[in-house]
């Protein structure tokens, strides 16, 4: 398996692809957030977090028209921008650092989880703070609406070796009945209360999965099934049915990787689950008769994998690592296929498909500032 883009940069620790347009943006441990065409190998734009620490989490919201993007870091802060101008339009507060951002597709509302051991729906409309859901006892790493947005839950995973499923259902009803009163107007982050008071029980939890013997990194819901997948710090990746009573709640365990499992997803187009380690691994692998197999596998010598992501299509796969992030076409048979006619994880060869060498895409994105690996060898990750 090779890309068909490879992208230099410091390290990145998200990545989403814009809805229509053929751009993908990358938020990086740096502080910075690039805008890359790929379909020109150009830099379509970028910005830099408001403090210039690093940005964990980035979003383009799902209708085009909208123009909005959303992003959250360490400085604990949730800005959501005009997707052309980057002019912020709110900026919300957890009181730690900021793991994932998500907008909804059919609601006015952006998800979001932190290290302060809570999950956050806003309302990007008006700007206003709808509910902070709690119940782990360590960092949310990751947060996700159901891709079906009549599909009232979200999941989220913890460092507390728990993966999470809520229901908003009672807080859609209020939020779109004009009944909701009770909107907290912030969070106070010195004694970790909401500045008013919160509502009544809006989310309920439905399920709470157990089985992971490490914190939980990764979290997505099938595209259409009734499952969810989890990647762990005990290197394993796990499936989870959540409506199907009498059936186990954990359906298949991946003991693939060799290091913590960063990323997790189902595959779009075919039985299979894509992951992400640091064990400098990305892996496309299925289960069958009880017996998992890898299908596909890319590595990049020394640049352990942080964040996956696919495009609407399902057609496109981005993982993005240590040295920046690589693109991958995806077909609904056991291999990535690629346009490139050949690859050097250090030359950055360019493929055939692009008009320019990723090498210039390399200059381009250090031409603000040259110290990102030497920021990002201090940061945490």
């Known amino acids: 398996m090779q890309p068909v883009c490879d992208v230099r940069s410091a390290r990145s620790k998200g990545l989403c692809f814009h809805p229509v347009q053929p751009w993908i943006a990358s938020s990086l441990i740096s502080g910075q957030v690039v805008i890359f065409n790929y ?79 809570g999950s956050h729906i806003w309302d990007w409309r008006t700007g206003a703070f709808l509910v902070r859901v709690t119940g782990p006892t360590h960092y949310v790493m990751c947060a996700r609406f159901h891709p079906n947005p009549n599909v009232n839950l979200f999941v989220w995973g913890s460092l507390d070796k728990t993966v999470r499923l809520t229901d908003f259902e009672e807080l859609r009803r209020r939020a779109e009945s ?10 106070d982050c010195s004694n970790g209360q909401p500045i008013c008071q919160a509502p009544d029980e809006v989310c309920t939890a439905v399920r709470v999965f157990q089985g992971h013997t490490h914190g939980v990194n990764s979290v997505a819901f099938h595209p259409y099934a009734s499952q969810i997948v989890s ?31 960063s990323a997790a997803l189902f595959h779009p187009l075919r039985p299979a689950i894509i992951s992400a380690a640091e064990d400098c691994r990305l892996l496309i692998s299925d289960q069958t008769f009880g ?61 055939r498909r692009f008009g320019t060498s990723v090498k210039c895409v390399q200059a381009a994105l250090r031409a603000p500032t040259d110290h990102q690996y030497s920021v990002e060898q201090q940061t945490p990750v």
């Open 178 to 187: 004009g009944k909701f009163d009770n909107v907290l107007a912030g969070w």
């Open 39 to 117: 379909e020109t190998s150009s830099l379509v734009g970028q910005f830099a977090s408001p403090a210039g620490k690093p940005v964990r989490a980035i979003d383009f919201h799902p209708v085009d028209a909208l123009r909005l993007m959303a992003t959250g870091g360490d400085d604990g802060l949730v800005i959501v921008r005009d997707s052309m101008t980057y002019v912020e339009k709110h900026v919300f507060m957890h009181c730690d650092f900021v793991r994932t951002v998500q907008f909804h597709a059919a609601l006015p509302w952006l998800l979001s989880c932190a290290d302060d051991m």
């Open 231 to 261: 990647g762990s710090d005990d290197k394993t990746v796990r499936i989870w049915q959540y409506e199907l009573a009498g059936m186990p709640e954990c359906v298949a365990v991946f003991p693939i990787h060799s290091a913590n499992v």
């Open 291 to 351: 017996q998992h197999r890898v299908l596909v596998e890319f590595g990049i010598a020394g640049s352990r994998m942080w964040t996956l992501a696919t495009h609407p299509s399902g057609r496109l796969l981005a993982a993005g690592h240590d040295k920046g992030f690589s693109l991958f076409t995806l077909d609904a048979s056991v291999r990535c296929l690629s346009h490139c006619s050949s690859f050097d994880s250090d030359v950055c060869v360019p493929a």
